[in-house]
């Protein structure tokens, strides 16, 4: 794929002229993945993430843009050590290619709660990364963008500045450690300044000096918030999702699929849609069928003109049968028990004891823009445009689902309108394909209703808790944790790989073993619950659910203790990691919590550890005439070295509200096989008007480097339902909280 076919695509920074340029980037510990930037004549790549030509500097920034900040921020890592203004340069997401693997997928995988994880753990974890670029996964999610790229990003920077620096010594005559470089120019002994794209053909010819990093001191981006590079084109409506994509000649189309969800068609009467003006064609795509038109309204009303006959469910008709089924898992064996500390099995002498059982239900990504490709096929090979969070599976789909290799496929990666886990999956790429096939040579725009995209998710799991605990003195001293639900991981292994996952399903009690309070007898374990309802990675994953129950029954921990709910976490944490007990400290201070509230108004803590980062938040909620509104929040983090803190406190901010969002109203229901959410107003979410006022701190006391898109969500569930019980005295189990309690709509 050459720099100038990517770079002369409209869609994403409009045409350009590629003349002689030089593309740098580093790979650790093996340089033998191929570099996507394969030139055209007169244009030199020598690695992915940098390219220096005649019309100045573009960076690869391959970790997909939905929101959280990721184009700016490896931008800004890459700019840091190549000495270039952010606002001089285009940023471009690049091509689906191994070598722009994600180095940190596989380290939050290994063994341990993570929190204490020593140097060697740390070093070993970056060591495996590398193994990513030979599984292909090229991928943005599980938090870890900034752990990725730290390093590799400013090592492409400075290999960069130092061999454009030879260049110029070269063509000098002097020696490079005479050279300097800012704003993208070298700088010669005499004052003398040339630009970088100068000496683009000139560094072609060289091989990539290797460079030392600069000193943290001398920073001029990282550490520091910075305008975002998306922000003019999201705030004039120029930027281009999936959804925006426009191609000469393009048709439309949409699908309608059974909404008894993995199962097939039995058969289709399409006379009255294929009457309808404008209808084109109607195809069958194996579990339902996608029509094809001249705009999308069209073919939506098409859609769901065609009369179906389906195939029943897989998976027990009715919301209440597939609970009974979840439950059902407790009877058998634990596929994991990653905590076990003491002996849980023993009554403790003198303690209070209490058991609590919990519920929390599917759960929809509701993504702002609904699942959406392009695609075209043609004698050339196959394109399609999309928002994906994997490019790479996405290829392999593509060209698997149209006989192609998968060099003849080319993804490009549009802005993503809402990720959350959802745009991991290539059920969208698979029918989008599945829609050119059937009109060769003409560009097809899938775009799913509101409607389809509602009912046919890759949803968050429903999951169930049995939780016993005992206290004593003031203190825990028992937590016995079971947990079950379905295993995401074993369900998207095989949909990818067509190989079920098997072994201790980590994600499946992550938020539940590994939380960093000292309790000398704790045995968490986890239950994979055999429910044939599709399942995927939701935001914060495990934690999503494991967070509410954990933090509720600690609140009520502290209750049957006679304390007060924060003192009694940080103590508890002050005896197992500082850095969490530093973030109830902050948020204990922000709030001004005293363990004391007027009548009428309720608070609530909890803290969770996930993705390498701990998150405290205490909310308000105030009754208002038997209405309760949630009025303000506070979030302490610390995910060690903050590259954008205003990035940060976005994605806090944001992780917090979905999550409450989710506390509130959040629930995916069945009834004879069949979703019954079918749009926003079945599945609600907080408004300006109901939303607190949030105040976020970012701490930086963290050894290593922890993620920021996803650890906001897990506490935001249970510290809601905590104030609640705080101003309430009822104890809310189950989510979401409006059948409990009466919210502000």
């Not at 939905?66 to 690049?94: F, R």
């Not at 009715?318 to 500390?341: E, L, V």
């Not at 007898?521 to 509410?548: E, I, L």
Request: hydrophobic fraction near 40%; glycine fraction near 10%.
């Amino acid at each position: 794929m050459g720099i100038g076919k990517i770079l002369r695509r409209t869609f994403l920074i409009g045409s350009a002229a590629i003349v002689g340029g030089v593309a740098f980037g580093a790979y650790r510990v093996t340089r033998a993945a191929p570099n996507p930037l394969d030139p055209s004549e007169g244009q030199a790549a020598l690695n992915p993430f940098v390219l220096i030509d005649q019309n100045g500097v573009t960076l690869f920034a391959p970790r997909a843009e939905m929101g959280q900040g990721v184009k700016t921020s490896w931008a800004a890592l890459i700019a840091e050590e190549l000495d270039v203004e952010l606002e001089q340069v285009n940023v471009l997401h690049g091509p689906a290619a191994a070598a722009y693997y994600n180095s940190a997928f596989l380290s939050d995988g290994l063994p341990g709660k993570g929190y204490d994880k020593s140097d060697f753990q740390h070093n070993l974890g970056e060591a495996l990364g590398v193994i990513g670029k030979s599984l292909s996964l090229h991928g943005t999610g599980g938090s870890t963008s900034m752990k990725d790229g730290f390093i590799r990003m400013r090592e492409a920077g400075a290999s960069a500045r130092e061999t454009i620096k030879q260049a110029a010594a070269e063509q000098l005559g002097v020696d490079r450690s005479q050279l300097k470089t800012e704003a993208g120019q070298v700088i010669a002994p005499d004052g003398t300044a040339i630009p970088y794209a100068e000496l683009a053909e000139a560094t072609a010819g060289l091989e990539p000096v290797e460079a030392e990093l600069r000193d943290p001191a001398e920073w001029r981006y990282l550490g520091r918030s910075q305008p975002r590079v998306d922000m003019v084109g999201k705030s004039t409506g120029t930027a281009e999702f999936a959804i925006d994509v426009r191609l000469p000649g393009m048709k439309f189309a949409t699908v309608r699929r059974n909404p008894k969800l993995g199962s097939g068609m039995k058969a289709f009467e399409d006379r009255d849609a294929k009457s309808m003006p404008g209808v084109e064609k109607i195809i069958d795509i194996g579990d339902g069928i996608a029509v094809i038109g001249t705009n999308t309204w069209l073919v939506i009303q098409a859609a769901e003109a065609v009369e179906i006959e389906w195939e029943d469910a897989t998976y027990p008709p009715t919301t209440d049968a597939i609970f009974d089924q979840i439950a059902k898992a407790f009877d058998g064996s634990p596929n994991s028990t990653m905590r076990d500390d003491g002996d849980v099995d023993t009554p403790v002498e003198g303690a209070t004891e209490i058991t609590a059982d919990y519920t929390a239900p599917y759960l929809a990504h509701s993504t702002m823009e609904p699942m959406t490709a392009a695609a075209q096929l043609d004698g050339n090979g196959l394109q399609v445009w999309t928002g994906t969070q994997m490019p790479l599976f996405a290829q392999m789909r593509a060209a698997s689902v149209a006989g192609l290799e998968s060099e003849q496929v080319e993804i490009n990666t549009t802005y993503l309108g809402g990720g959350f886990g959802r745009r991991l999956e290539l059920d969208f790429v698979e029918v989008a394909v599945k829609v050119a096939m059937a009109v060769p040579g003409t560009p097809v725009l899938t775009t799913w209703s509101r409607e389809e995209d509602m009912r046919h998710d890759y949803f968050r799991p429903g999951a169930m808790a049995r939780l016993r605990g005992a206290v004593k003195d003031g203190k825990a001293v028992l937590i016995d944790g079971h947990v079950a639900a379905q295993s995401p991981v074993q369900q998207a292994m095989e949909r990818i790989t067509g190989i079920a996952g098997g072994g201790p399903d980590k994600i499946l009690v992550e938020g539940f073993f590994n939380q960093p309070y000292a309790v000398p007898n704790y045995r968490m374990s986890g239950y994979v619950a055999d429910v044939q309802v599709p399942v995927g990675f939701w935001r914060s994953v495990g934690n999503s659910y494991n967070g509410f129950f954990h933090e509720t029954f600690m609140d009520e921990l502290a209750h049957a203790a006679g304390r007060d709910p924060l003192e009694f976490r940080l103590e508890h944490a002050r005896n197992e990691w500082d850095v969490a007990a530093r973030c109830l400290e902050k948020v204990r201070d922000m709030s001004g919590w005293t363990g004391k509230t007027p009548d009428g108004v309720g608070r609530g803590v909890a803290m969770t550890y996930s993705f390498g980062t701990p998150v405290a938040q205490v909310i308000e909620v105030v009754d208002e005439d038997g209405t309760i509104r949630i009025n303000k929040a506070w979030i302490a983090c610390d995910m060690g070295l903050a590259i954008d803190p205003h990035v940060v406190k976005a994605q806090m901010f944001g992780g917090m509200m979905y999550g409450l969002s989710a506390a509130c109203f959040g629930e995916i229901t069945f009834d004879e096989g069949e979703v019954e959410q079918w749009n926003f107003p079945d599945y609600d979410a907080l408004r300006m008007h109901s939303a607190p006022e949030v105040e976020v701190e970012v701490l930086e006391t963290n050894r290593f480097m922890g993620g920021a898109g996803e650890p906001g969500t897990p506490p935001s569930m249970p510290a809601l339902g905590n104030a609640l019980f705080d101003l309430t005295g009822t104890r809310a189990r189950s989510l979401p909280l409006s059948h409990t309690f009466d919210l502000l709509i």
